[in-house]
C-alpha cells in the first residue's frame, strides 16, 4: 500500500520567524513549545513575540538530551497538563523527532521551526529515538509529517556551518543510497520518483551548496541559499515521503545507527557518520580507487570527519570496528533489501580499506579538518 505523507505548508525566507505567529494561529492557540537551549536563545523572543501578538498562549521546555521514551512521556503529560492544541518544536533533528512523536501520541499538529538544517527530520514523518545513553532505539513512523515547516533560512544558514555541512551529505546520501535500489526485479513507481528527487537534489547541492554556506555565515542568503536549505529539507524530506511497504535504503544509515553503539562517538553529527558510511558502502560495492577519490574530493568540500580517528574510532580500534561491523550487518538485514555484505567480516575489511584510502587521498590533496 502506498501512503504519503506531507507538510500541509513549507514556508523559506528570510526572517521568516517574526511572522511565525500568524502561520501557527491556524493551528491552535495554545502552543507547547519543545527547544534546544542554544535554539531558545537565538529565536525564543521573536518567535514567542509573534506568537502574543495573536495571542498565542505557549509554555516552553528544553530538551537536554536525546529523544527518549521517557522524555517523550514526560512532555506528552506536560502538553496535557498545559491543555496545548499545537505542539511547536524549534531546534535540530532531535528537537523535531521528539515533538512530532508527542504531537502523534497526542494526536495534536506539529509545528517545526528548523534553526539548523543537518538533517531532513523538520520534513519527515519518522523520528529517531534513543536510549538514555544515546544508543539508537529505534524508528518511529508518526501518523503525519509536521503540518508546518518554517524554514528562516537567514537563521538557518548562519548557524555554525559544520551543521549544514552535515545536512549536505545526508541529502547526498539519499542518491547514494535510493539509486543503487533500481534494479530489474523492483518494479515500483514509488522508487523512480525517490530517485529522481534524490538526484535533483544532489545536483542542487553539488553545483551551489559551497557557495551558499559561505554567503550565509556572512548573513547573506541568496537564491542558492534558499536552494540549498530547500534541498536539505525539502528534497530531502520528500524522498522518504513515499512509502509503498519496501524499504529502498543503503548501507549509510544502517552504519550511523551502528555506530552509536560506540559512545565516543556520539559527539559527530550525523552527516559525518553518514559520510564515512557512504564511502564505506562505495568499497564495498566494488568501486575502484579513482572514483573513490573524486566522491572523497566532493565529500571534502564540506569539512566532514572521513577517518575512524575522525569519528573517534583511535583507541581499542580492533575492538570498536568489529563491534561497528557487527551492529551494521544486524541493522543491514531490517532496514535495506540490497546485498551489501554477506557477514561482518566483510564490513569490516571495508572499514578498514575505506579508512587506509582516504588517508592515502589525503597524503596527496590538502583537504578540511573536520570541526
Known amino acids: 500500500m502506498l501512503t504519503i505523507k506531507t507538510p500541509e505548508q513549507y514556508l523559506n525566507q528570510p526572517d521568516l520567524l517574526s511572522q511565525a505567529g500568524e502561520h501557527i494561529s491556524r493551528y491552535g492557540k495554545r502552543a507547547f513549545i519543545i527547544t534546544g537551549q542554544t535554539a531558545f536563545e537565538k529565536v525564543g523572543a521573536t518567535l514567542t513575540a509573534s506568537l502574543e501578538e495573536q495571542r498565542i498562549a505557549h509554555q516552553a521546555v528544553t530538551l537536554t538530551g536525546y529523544p ?12 496535557k ?26 494526536g495534536l499538529p506539529v509545528v517545526a521551526v528548523p534553526t539548523i538544517a543537518a538533517t531532513c527530520a523538520a520534513w519527515a514523518a519518522v523520528s529517531i529515538l534513543y536510549d538514555e545513553e544515546g544508543d539508537f532505539d529505534a524508528v518511529h ?16 544558514l548562519a548557524a555554525p556551518a ?29 522508487l523512480p520518483q525517490m530517485i529522481h528527487t534524490a538526484r535533483l537534489a544532489f545536483d542542487v547541492l553539488s553545483r551551489q551548496a559551497r557557495q551558499a554556506i559561505e554567503e550565509g555565515q556572512r548573513g547573506v542568503v541568496t537564491q542558492a541559499g534558499l536552494d540549498t536549505v530547500d534541498a536539505i529539507i525539502y528534497l530531502a524530506g520528500q524522498v522518504g515521503t513515499l512509502h509503498d511497504g519496501r524499504h529502498f535504503g543503503g548501507f549509510a544509515h544502517p552504519y550511523y545507527q551502528a555506530s552509536t553503539r560506540l559512545a565516543h562517538t556520539r559527539y559527530r553529527l550525523h552527516g559525518d557518520k553518514v559520510a564515512l558510511g557512504l564511502l564505506t558502502q562505495f568499497v564495498i560495492s566494488g568501486i575502484d580507487y ?38 551494521t ?33 589525503r597524503a596527496v590533496v590538502p583537504h578540511h579538518t573536520a570541526a
Open 141 to 156: 513512523l508518526n501518523r503525519r509529517s509536521p503540518v508546518l515547516v518554517l524554514a528562516d533560512t537567514k537563521v538557518i
Open 290 to 327: 579513482d572514483s573513490f577519490r573524486e566522491r572523497v574530493q566532493l565529500f571534502e568540500q564540506f569539512s566532514l570527519a572521513l577517518t575512524l580517528e575522525e569519528i573517534g574510532i583511535s583507541d581499542d580500534i580492533d575492538a570498536d570496528i568489529a563491534l561497528l561491523a557487527q551492529e
Open 329 to 361: 550487518f544486524s541493522e543491514l538485514q531490517r532496514l535495506t533489501r540490497l546485498p551489501f555484505a554477506s557477514g561482518p567480516q566483510q564490513i569490516e575489511t571495508a572499514i578498514r580499506q575505506t579508512d587506509r584510502w582516504v588517508r592515502q587521498i
Open 68 to 79: 527518549t521514551r521517557r522524555v517523550i512521556e514526560l512532555f506528552s503529560q506536560q502538553a
Open 162 to 190: 559544520r551543521y549544514t555541512h552535515a545536512g549536505v551529505l545526508d541529502t547526498l546520501a539519499k542518491w547514494y543510497e535510493t539509486e543503487p535500489n533500481h534494479t530489474p526485479d523492483v518494479h515500483s513507481l514509488t
Open 81 to 106: 497538563d498545559f491543555t496545548a492544541d499545537v505542539i511547536i518544536a524549534i531546534g535540530g533533528g532531535r528537537v523535531c523527532d521528539t515533538a512530532k512523536v508527542v504531537g502523534d501520541r497526542l
